[in-house]
């Protein structure tokens, strides 16, 4: 069975700290990709990586960073955690990109930033 | 830039009636996935529609691709609690990129 794992579920931080949040999935994808959810607003893509150590810019990459060391996992970096990135994070995976195939979603990290 | 709409945001129906949320698209799409996600849950995928002017059906869920590329709408007829969640859709564009929707968020009142 397809999966994809994120670390935490819950997580709070301090302003200023920096966070990593995991994602690992076990189906040998090609793409990952890092979303957050905010009512109203949808899922908005922050960074994907179609390969090891590759990484590109979603629509909302400011104040994030990402690894891709490996295959199946895929990093979440807030260098300097802020009150406005407090939010649902959601990892996922796919097959392929040319066309896009399903994406699986990871269960969601609700990080919030005090 | 590109954007991918869904109304209504909101829907409340009763157990029993018809739902039909909608997807429309700034640019023409080269397809289009329909995703639920529970209340609690994460986004699960349904399905997906590539040719213009197609209509999927699973079970009481009608799925359709406009003949433009450019719409989607997904129907559920006789609704049920089960039913309940929030309804993504999200369009693949001419460039590689998936663009979600903002979703509409369905109650079903038993």
Redesign the interface.
Known sequence: DVKVTQSSRYLVKRTGEKVFLECVQDMDHENMFW?RQDP??????IYFSYDVKMKEKGDIPEGYSVSREKKERFSLILESASTNQTSMY?C?SSLS????????????TRLTVV | GQQVM?IP?YQHVQEGEDFTTYCNSSTTL??I?W?KQRPG?????LI?L?KSGEVKKQKRLTFQFGEAKRNSSLHITATQTTDVGTY?C?G?TSY?K?I????TSLSVIP
Do not use: C, I, K, M
């Open positions: 979303y109203g607003l949808g899922l908005r893509l959601l996922a990109h040319s066309p896009h195939t399903e994406a699986f979603f990871g269960q969601g | 869904q945001q080269s397809n996935q995703y849950g994460h986004p699960v995928f997906q590539v993504f999200a693949q590689d998936v979600f929707g903002p979703g």
